[in-house]
């Protein structure tokens, strides 16, 4: 059974910055893409950035040019650098897997709140 923990979530200030991490249960080599979603009250959830096993990168309109996704298998962590934060990136942020065989596991999310 694979577990997706995140960790990195807070409280901080507009134009601050976050670093969010997701731990896996064993090696990442075996999910082709893992990826950040995230969730605001009252809105789906929707697509914040993904990264495949190759390292190639996808990134919602809303965070291109201040969200970075990265990977360290020897870790088995994803990462996503949050910078110039917005009150509108409030939300819980939730980490995704998706195996080879098209199984995909989420874990149980990370709460983030820009605010002054």
């Known amino acids: 059974q694979v577990q997706l923990v995140e960790s990195g979530g807070g409280l901080v200030q507009p134009g601050g910055s976050l670093r969010l991490s997701c731990v896996a249960s064993g090696s990442i080599s075996r999910f082709y893409v893992m990826g950040w979603y995230r969730q605001a009250p009252g809105k789906e959830r929707e697509l914040v950035a993904t990264?495949?096993?190759?390292?190639?990168?996808n990134y919602g309109d809303s965070v291109k040019g201040r969200f970075t996704i990265s990977r360290d298998n020897a870790k088995n962590t994803v990462y996503l650098q949050m910078n110039s934060l917005k009150p509108e990136d409030t939300g819980v942020y939730y980490c995704k897997a998706v195996a080879w065989n098209g199984i995909a596991t989420w874990g149980q999310g990370t709460q983030v709140t820009v605010s002054s």
């Open positions: 990264i495949t096993n190759g390292g190639n990168t």
